[in-house]
């Protein structure tokens, strides 16, 4: 039966990452339709992101009242409803609208996702399962391309995806039973209190791990966003070259929590991360020595391969770290600094590349990572793992 759970989370996590890319990609189709500017779509986005920001944070409360498995259909759910809601507007406020459960729907879901694999599953099916979601982020634009070369339009292309999601839905209702434990036949619910956040913020190692989420997703994100014109602007590379070096990023990432998850077999989830990061350190060093497109493709490769690990890694340490009581608050609040960084530093660095010179990249790159490996290694000190 275990087995089978472990199926149906692995399916949860290919869905997870199915909406992840696409309104990035139906967007060109979208917004003329809409009359509203193209930049409209990060109005789209942060609402998106501050709902996923709030569920995350909320994750501890429902996962102790509900459990892992109905928070996990509840989730999927609204965001299949909200898809659909995405698939049938005809206006730009709806788009709005739909958007809210869209992003209450995905915090909570991963954080209760990431939590139950953390709790119940060795370190090797964390790297695959995220593995998992790049697969379902792969697929949403292939869909949706599908979809719009059918003529079927983009809004077809989210309806085919809402479908894929309320089937899930109905799988994830039925597999309820499969959360629970041997022990009394419960679920994973628990009858403690959930943590507030002046709570979590108070333990040390706390502010530690959040600013590590933060930086990790600023650095993963930051590149995937911006590698691609910094490597048109600076390195003189052609624009259809740059962005096929810039898709090996997310195959460096995807390729990478492959094999991650057979390295775990040899090393814990502090060496992963470690190890992770000196090789974001060795792509960003890539990227500035003078040898052409070729470093910059090697650059690029290694940053993603690097990215790999970290994420699931340090997933996985979080009861280890915190203890298996306080794990799903501390996952929450992690989930939440993740979102934050996605949302604030890719964009930031628009700015210094606008009004000061895109040159800046990797160096942007190389202070949000020694601030990621110094605010790890406090956080190993303060849990007692930093040997």
């Given at each position: 039966?275990?087995h089978?759970?472990?199926?149906?989370?692995?399916?949860?996590?290919?869905?997870?990452?199915l909406?992840?890319?696409?309104l990035?990609?139906?967007?060109?189709?979208?917004y003329g339709?809409?009359?509203?500017?193209v930049?409209?779509?990060g109005v789209?986005?942060?609402?998106?992101?501050?709902?996923?920001?709030?569920?995350?944070l909320?994750?501890?409360?429902?996962?102790?009242k509900?459990?892992?498995g109905?928070?996990?259909a509840?989730?999927v759910?609204?965001?299949?409803?909200?898809?659909f809601g995405f698939?049938v507007?005809?206006?730009?406020?709806?788009l709005c609208l739909?958007?809210v459960?869209?992003?209450l729907?995905?915090?909570?879901?991963d954080?209760?996702?990431?939590?139950?694999?953390?709790?119940?599953?060795?370190?090797?099916?964390?790297?695959?399962?995220h593995?998992?979601?790049g697969?379902?982020?792969?697929?949403g634009?292939?869909?949706?391309?599908?979809?719009?070369t059918?003529?079927?339009?983009?809004?077809?292309g989210?309806?085919?995806?809402?479908?894929?999601?309320?089937?899930l839905?109905?799988v994830?209702f039925l597999?309820?039973?499969?959360?629970k434990t041997?022990?009394g036949?419960?679920?994973?619910?628990?009858?403690t209190?959930?943590?507030?956040?002046s709570?979590?913020?108070h333990?040390p190692?706390a502010?530690a791990?959040m600013v590590?989420?933060f930086?990790y997703c600023a650095?993963?994100?930051?590149?995937?966003?911006?590698a691609?014109?910094y490597?048109?602007?600076?390195k003189?590379?052609?624009?259809?070259?740059?962005?096929r070096?810039?898709?090996?990023?997310?195959?460096?990432?995807t390729?990478?929590?492959?094999?991650?998850?057979?390295?775990t077999?040899?090393?814990?989830?502090?060496q992963?991360?470690?190890?992770?990061?000196g090789?974001i350190a060795?792509?960003?060093?890539?990227?500035?020595?003078?040898?052409?497109?070729?470093?910059?493709?090697a650059?690029?490769?290694?940053?993603?391969l690097?990215?790999?690990?970290?994420?699931p890694?340090?997933?996985?340490?979080?009861?280890?770290?915190?203890?298996?009581?306080k794990s799903?608050?501390?996952?929450?609040?992690q989930?939440?600094?993740?979102?934050a960084?996605?949302c604030?530093m890719?964009?930031?660095?628009?700015?210094i590349?606008?009004?000061?010179?895109?040159?800046?990249f990797p160096?942007y790159?190389?202070?949000?990572?020694?601030?990621?490996?110094?605010?790890?290694?406090t956080l190993?000190?303060?849990?007692?793992k930093?040997v």
């Amino acid at each position: 039966m275990l087995h089978l759970l472990l199926a149906v989370i692995y399916i949860s996590f290919i869905s997870l990452g199915l909406p992840d890319a696409l309104l990035g990609s139906a967007w060109p189709s979208m917004y003329g339709e809409f009359d509203v500017p193209v930049s409209y779509a990060g109005v789209i986005s942060m609402i998106i992101a501050v709902g996923t920001i709030i569920s995350s944070l909320q994750s501890d409360r429902l996962t102790r009242k509900l459990g892992a498995g109905k928070v996990t259909a509840i989730s999927v759910g609204m965001t299949a409803a909200a898809i659909f809601g995405f698939s049938v507007s005809h206006s730009f406020w709806m788009l709005c609208l739909w958007a809210v459960p869209y992003g209450l729907g995905a915090g909570s879901v991963d954080a209760a996702l990431n939590n139950y694999v953390a709790l119940h599953f060795a370190s090797r099916h964390m790297s695959w399962l995220h593995c998992m979601w790049g697969i379902g982020a792969s697929l949403g634009p292939y869909i949706m391309g599908y979809a719009l070369t059918g003529g079927g339009g983009w809004n077809m292309g989210y309806r085919y995806i809402a479908l894929l999601q309320i089937a899930l839905t109905v799988v994830l209702f039925l597999s309820l039973p499969l959360w629970k434990t041997s022990m009394g036949g419960k679920e994973e619910a628990e009858p403690t209190p959930a943590m507030t956040l002046s709570q979590i913020l108070h333990i040390p190692g706390a502010k530690a791990v959040m600013v590590t989420f933060f930086c990790y997703c600023a650095v993963e994100q930051t590149t995937g966003l911006w590698a691609s014109s910094y490597l048109v602007l600076q390195k003189g590379i052609p624009a259809e070259t740059a962005a096929r070096f810039a898709s090996l990023f997310f195959i460096g990432i995807t390729v990478g929590r492959v094999l991650s998850g057979f390295l775990t077999m040899k090393l814990n989830d502090g060496q992963m991360v470690r190890m992770g990061q000196g090789i974001i350190a060795a792509g960003i060093i890539a990227f500035l020595l003078p040898f052409g497109e070729y470093a910059a493709l090697a650059g690029l490769i290694l940053i993603g391969l690097g990215c790999a690990p970290i994420y699931p890694s340090i997933i996985h340490a979080t009861p280890d770290h915190f203890g298996a009581d306080k794990s799903q608050a501390f996952i929450g609040v992690q989930m939440a600094s993740a979102y934050a960084g996605t949302c604030f530093m890719p964009p930031l660095f628009g700015l210094i590349a606008n009004h000061i010179t895109i040159i800046l990249f990797p160096f942007y790159l190389l202070v949000i990572l020694s601030v990621m490996i110094l605010m790890h290694e406090t956080l190993l000190k303060h849990s007692g793992k930093g040997v």
